[in-house]
C-alpha cells in the first residue's frame, strides 16, 4: 500500500489469504463409485463421512460389486492444491482386496488426463499417506482404481491441501469500526457485494447484482481484486484487466491489453497504472473516470558512428594583447554522428 487517505485517495484493494492450514478437502464432498453393493447402505459418501473406523456392520465403508476396475472418486467442487492423500482400509476383514490399485488426480470427470497418477501394490494396513513433491498437485477430482478385479471397500479418503481463500483487507464494517469510518480507511469498500481470489486464481462473487455480486469475471489467474461502491476490478498475472458491477461505476470500460501494474479507486471510478507510469482510467466522469493525464516516457537515445571532433580555438595577436577568435573546426570535414532511439 503505497498511500492512505481521504476519498479519492489510493484505494487498491490488497488482499489476505486466509485458509492457510491443511485442511481435508473431500470432506462431505460429492462422491460416485463404479457400482453400489447394496442399495441403502456401503455408498461412496461413506468415504467421506469423517468415519474412519473402516467396519462393515456400521456402516462405515463403501463397499462395490465384484468386478473389474472398481473405482470410488470425489469431486472437490473446484481445482485444488493437494499436498497429500490419505487412504483408510477396510479393518475387519478383507484388507488385501485392496493390495493393486491406482490412484489419481484429474481436472476432469472422465480422467481422460490426469495431473497425478500412481499404481500402489501394497494393502494399506490401516491406512496409506501419499506425499505429494512440495509445490503440490493440482486437480478437482481424486480416483482411487483397482487394477484387478474384486470388490473395492474404503473406510475413508483423506484429500489434502490448502484451500486459499483471499478477501479484500477492508470490507464495510471493517472500516467503520477500525478506520473511525470509511472515509479514512486506506481502501474504499464496496457497499453491497463480496469477492474472493481461490487458490487456482479464479474469482468468486455474491452480494447485490448491482455492486457486483453476480457475473464476476470468469477464467483464473487473476492476482489481485479492487473495489469501489458498487463494482469490482480484478488484475490477472500478465496485467490485463477485467471489471464487472455497475456499468456507471466502472463495471464496464476496463482498458484492453495488459502490462498494469495497480489499479486505484475512487467511488466510482478506477484507475491503472503501467510500470511507465502511463494511466488509464474508467467509470463515472464525475468522479475521475475521464480527464487523466498524458503520461509520455522521454526518449533515450544513444549515438552510433564516429563523433564530431573537438573543436580548436584560434587566436591571434593584435598590439601586443591575445584575442580569441571564434572557434573553427579543424579539419573542415567531419563524420556526422547519428542516434538511434532505445
Known amino acids: 500500500m503505497t498511500a492512505v487517505g481521504r476519498r479519492g485517495r489510493d484505494t487498491a484493494t490488497v488482499v489476505i489469504t486466509v485458509g492457510v492450514g491443511t485442511i481435508n478437502l473431500a470432506f462431505e464432498k460429492h462422491a460416485t463409485q463404479s457400482s453400489n453393493y447394496n442399495k441403502t447402505n456401503y455408498h461412496a459418501s461413506q468415504a467421506v463421512n469423517g468415519n474412519t473406523k ?4 456400521n456402516n462405515s465403508i463403501t463397499h462395490t460389486n465384484y468386478e473389474q476396475g472398481a473405482w470410488w472418486q470425489v469431486d472437490l467442487g473446484s481445482k485444488k492444491n493437494i499436498s497429500q492423500i490419505i487412504i483408510y482400509n477396510r479393518t475387519d476383514c478383507c484388507a488385501n482386496r485392496l493390495s493393486n490399485y491406482q490412484v489419481s488426480i484429474s481436472n476432469k470427470a472422465d480422467f481422460s488426463t ?4 500412481q499404481d500402489f501394490h501394497v494393502a494399506p494396513n490401516p491406512k496409506k499417506i501419499i506425499q505429494l513433491d512440495a509445490s503440490g498437485k493440482q486437480g478437482r477430482y481424486v480416483r482411487i482404481q483397482l487394477l484387478d478385479k474384486d470388490y473395492l471397500s474404503l473406510a475413508e479418503v483423506q484429500v489434502m491441501g490448502a484451500d486459499l481463500l483471499r478477501f479484500a483487507e477492508v470490507g464495510y464494517s471493517r472500516a467503520s469500526n477500525n478506520f473511525s469510518g470509511w472515509h479514512d480507511a486506506p481502501n474504499y469498500p464496496n457497499w453491497g457485494a463480496f469477492a474472493i481470489l481461490q487458490g487456482d486464481g479464479s474469482i468468486k462473487a455474491w452480494g447485490s447484482s448491482g455492486h457486483g455480486g453476480t457475473d464476476a469475471s470468469s477464467g483464473s489467474g487473476y492476482t489481485k481484486i479492487y473495489s469501489n461502491k458498487n463494482a469490482f476490478a480484478a488484475l490477472k498475472v500478465d496485467g490485463s484487466i477485467k471489471a464487472w458491477g455497475r456499468s456507471d461505476y466502472g463495471g464496464t470500460g476496463a482498458p484492453s491489453g495488459s502490462g498494469y ?3 486505484y479507486s475512487t467511488m466510482r471510478a478506477f ?3 503501467k510500470a511507465d507510469g502511463s494511466i488509464k482510467v474508467w467509470g463515472s466522469p464525475y468522479a475521475g473516470g475521464t480527464g487523466a493525464p498524458l503520461v509520455e516516457a522521454i ?14 580555438p584560434m587566436a591571434q595577436l593584435r598590439r601586443g594583447v591575445v584575442h580569441i577568435l571564434e572557434a573553427q573546426v579543424r579539419p573542415p570535414v567531419v563524420a556526422i554522428p547519428k542516434f538511434i532511439q532505445l
Not at 473402516?54 to 456392520?57: E, I, P
Not at 490426469?114 to 497418477?117: A, E, F, P
Open 261 to 263: 501494474t495497480k489499479i
Open 114 to 117: 490426469h495431473t497425478y497418477q
Open 54 to 57: 473402516g467396519v462393515w456392520y
Open 299 to 312: 526518449p533515450r537515445f544513444i549515438q552510433i558512428g564516429v563523433p564530431l571532433l573537438p573543436l580548436k
Open 271 to 273: 484507475a491503472a497504472v
